[in-house]
């Protein structure tokens, strides 16, 4: 195996790149792509949403063609003019994507923005008479769309912040001149020194016991600086949803169980140096299971004979925790005194809405012992809850600063 | 993404450059598969980036495209007047799921060798009577009909190590009448139907290429134009009512219906006189 290293033409050492006019060295990892490659020096505009080439998020141009940094080589890169959001505006003057999506307030949250606005720039005057099929590999959830298309319009919505007239006018979002510059900070847009990744592994059984964690393999990997199964977290069970009022949610889940519920559930995590030694690491623990029955279907997870998921004293019967129940008015004289009555049942299944901004948190402890947890979530004070109340902790000790997606999009702390 | 179990990368400037193959290697071209999931299997990148193969030659035989010609390279190309079946260039690259920012990147030959159902190249090449050459890692390099090179869902005939070299449009098909057709079940989606039917405007024969709806493209050839009765029944002897590829883009039986009602109007629209504007 050893005499690959032979063959000619191995990179070695730095290449040259050049990044918004800056020129520099460096040496990306073989298999970096060039988005994890531009934020690690420091150009956050290019986003991270799919990471598989879907949603657009982190399109940069590559001596002036857009694409999909996610899926570029780093390497690929070296000996190229790569352009970020950051580095479209020239001499201190928008560029007029820029101010187009300005003048359109074409964003609420603003994390699609950077590469809309790397992508609508890119388009040609063919490409510009189908905005659907240009614009099918960006992806905006905030249903921005309509917006999207004023800006390139050139439709001009957003009126001036003019003392005495604000009141009723459409204001621009406050962080309007810092997203479409891709200086506005989401969740994962800062640098920390020494920070360490965790990586969970999940589980490939619908419903099944950890009988055992091997960890020898996985701890031997350089870089790994600790690993979490059922056994080292509190075992004390919360709810996930995040109301205000804790009890209308059931405590259901562990931070790591030792059952398995679904395919994907959190099984064990690993912490290490870098992403790919926790990544690495995470694949060669050794996980025996004891495989427990299994159901699918809703309602046949109510049936008397069905494997019971949960057995945490926490449930009205079986798997149902609850009948919820419910009517205004008299409905049992309404259908009395109906000339026609139609029956039917309806159901509706839940809905994610795959918001773009990943799921991520950052956290730290100041020098006066609190902890720091930066997370992407509208819900920080929950968040901050929760954390107290799984590992004990006093609330004065733990400080949510939420800086997400979701939180510019909501603008509330204008 | 990062492919975090990769720790070599190699720029050979020939494919003999790399003397042996093994597990965890993987050929580079364009990179918008590989780097689009996480690749446990493997540990070493191969780049295709300095083999050198001409992108598009144009010759009297017709046109070669090689595999590491970006799509966006085969949007562009200007044919010469005389091929009008290379109207079909554009329309196969416009029903690829990907946007064109991916073309930037993804190579034809990609698309060819992840032999999705759906992969527009294949429908292009297969329906333009292609032939793929291929190198093996040893031997000499093999020939074969781009009908053949898929054989089911994501595989296809590439041994382990063996690379699509290019594929060879011959210039008779690209001066043939052709008559598209495609529909997803979301709009710009994935196709769940590609059918390209190709006619000789001196013989008015058929050639019926079906793909999308299939596992794998299926080909039918009648040396005149059918009556629509002849062209289902040829339809159903040739693809078993259970041979519809069903997935999320859309169920066996929609891509069934797709398949009956697009060829009709193909014939159809080859069977009427041709018209020049």
Known sequence: MNDIAHWTGQIAGTLDFSVNQRQFEAGPEPGQCLRTFLREHGWFGAKKGCDAGDCGACTVWVDGTPVHSCLIPAFRAAGHEVTTIEGLAGNGELHPMQRAFLNAQAFQCGFCTAGMVMTAAALDAEQRTDLPHALKGNLCRCSGYRAIADALAGVRCAEEDAAGRACGANLRNPFAEAIVTGQARYTMDVAIQGLLHLKVLRSPHAHARILRVGRGQAASVPGVVAIFTWEDVPRRLYSTATHEDHLVDPDDTYVLDNVVRFVGQRVAAVVAETEAAAEIASRLLEVEYEILPTVFDPEAAMRPDAPLLHDKGITAYGNVYVDIHGEVGNTAQGFAAADVVHEGVYSTSRVQHVHLETHGSIAWTEADGRVHVRTSSQAPFIAQQKLCHIFGLRARDVCSPSESAADLAASRRC | ?277
Request: with cysteine; charged share 20%.
């Open chain 2, 1 to 277: 993404m990062n492919l975090n179990t990769v720790t070599a990368l190699h720029h050979p400037t020939s494919a003999a450059e790399i003397p042996e193959w093994r597990n965890g290697l993987a050929w580079l071209a364009g990179g918008t598969w590989l780097f689009s999931e996480p690749q446990p299997e493997t540990d070493t990148l191969i780049d295709l980036g300095h083999v050198g193969w001409p992108a598009l030659e144009v010759s009297p035989s017709g046109l070669d495209i090689g595999a590491t010609c970006r799509i966006a390279e085969l949007y562009r190309f200007e044919a010469p007047q005389e091929w009008i079946a290379a109207l079909l260039v554009r329309a196969c690259c416009n029903a690829l799921l990907a946007s064109f920012k991916i073309w930037n990147a993804a190579t034809v030959g990609g698309n060819i060798c992840m032999s999705l159902p759906a992969g527009a190249m294949i429908s292009l090449v297969v329906a333009l009577e292609g032939w793929c050459t291929l190198w093996p890692r040893d031997g000499t390099p093999r020939e074969l009909s781009a009908i053949d090179f898929v054989t089911g869902n994501h595989t296809n005939v590439l041994r382990p190590g063996e690379l699509l070299r290019k594929v060879h449009l011959p210039a008779s098909a690209l001066l043939k009448r052709t008559a598209f057709r495609q529909a997803s079940l979301t709009k710009l989606g994935r196709s769940a139907a590609l059918l390209v039917g190709t006619s000789d405007p001196a013989r008015r024969d058929l050639l019926l290429t079906i793909t999308a709806a299939t596992p794998r493209p299926a080909q039918l050839g009648f040396d005149e134009i059918p009556s629509a009765e002849a062209l289902r029944q040829a339809i159903k002897a040739r693809i078993p009512a259970d041979g519809y590829f069903a997935d999320v883009h859309g169920s066996a039986a929609y891509k069934r219906h797709l398949t009956y009602h697009f060829a009709e109007q193909i014939r159809a629209e080859l069977a009427r006189p041709e018209t020049r504007a």
